[in-house]
């Protein structure tokens, strides 16, 4: 099984609102990922996860906040979002190693934000 | 620090072989990767190659990686339409833990 699922497809939500994304995979990686992506742009990194703790915040706002509650398991918790942050939000997980981080992605979440 | 580099746009006949190219800057870069991403998708890893290989081929896909010009490129044969996608080059350093740099991306058409 070499997926990375990821819930929900898409979002709309309010300044207002709290939700939260989903992100799971079960190929045993212990090494989890967020990143945001704009039209035709490369994705950028928010965090990573390390066997289970934070291992780089890219210096994200506040109102992103992370959670990894097992090995298979990664959240990104919204709350007072901005216009701007309406992207595409991609998960991805990879082995923990020495160099070699090849990354499997899921299919993302297309959040936006009114 | 690092920097990827990747020329934007590429289009291509159905049946010719495609190009892509990209530079980096890190010379301690030890993994270097393509992934394609197709529209509305996540990206799907295409292929990777260790700093210390000149070529490795996989099907259709052949990488080539001349570290004294930090020049990669990837190319791929006999191009079909389900090839049209963006394909971003990346590079990993083992220091970094497991923060990868990606390049811009090349938008790669292909004409029937």
């Known amino acids: 099984d070499t997926e990375v699922t990821q819930t929900p497809k898409h979002l709309v939500m309010g300044m207002t609102n709290k939700k939260s994304l989903k992100c799971e995979q079960h190929m045993g990686h212990r090494a989890m990922y967020w990143y945001k992506q704009k039209a035709k742009k490369p994705p950028e990194l928010m965090f990573v996860?390390?066997?289970?703790?934070?291992?780089i915040n890219e210096s994200v706002p506040s109102r992103f906040s992370p959670e990894c509650p097992n090995s298979s398991l990664l959240n990104l918790h919204l709350h007072a979002l901005q216009p701007e942050d309406s992207a595409l939000y991609l998960c991805a997980s990879s082995h923990v190693s020495s160099g070699n981080y090849e990354q499997y992605f899921g299919p993302g979440t297309r959040l936006t934000v009114t | 620090g690092e920097d990827v580099e990747q020329s934007l746009f590429l289009s291509v006949r159905e049946g010719d072989s495609s190009v892509i190219n990209c530079t980096y800057t890190?010379?301690?870069?030890?993994?270097l990767y393509w992934y394609k991403q197709e529209p509305g998708a996540g990206l799907q890893l295409l292929t990777y190659?260790?700093?210390?290989?000149d070529m490795k081929q996989d099907q259709r896909l052949t990488v080539l990686l001349n570290k004294k010009d930090k020049h990669l490129s990837l190319r791929i044969a006999d191009t079909q339409t389900g090839d049209s996608a963006i394909y971003f080059c990346?590079?990993?350093?083992?220091?970094?833990?497991?923060?990868?740099?990606f390049g811009d991306g090349t938008t790669l058409t292909v004409k029937p």
């Open positions: 190659i260790f700093s210390n290989m």
């Open positions: 996860y390390s066997y289970e703790k934070l291992s």
């Open positions: 990346a590079e990993s350093i083992s220091t970094n833990a497991g923060k990868s740099t």
């Open positions: 890190d010379s301690s870069s030890t993994y």
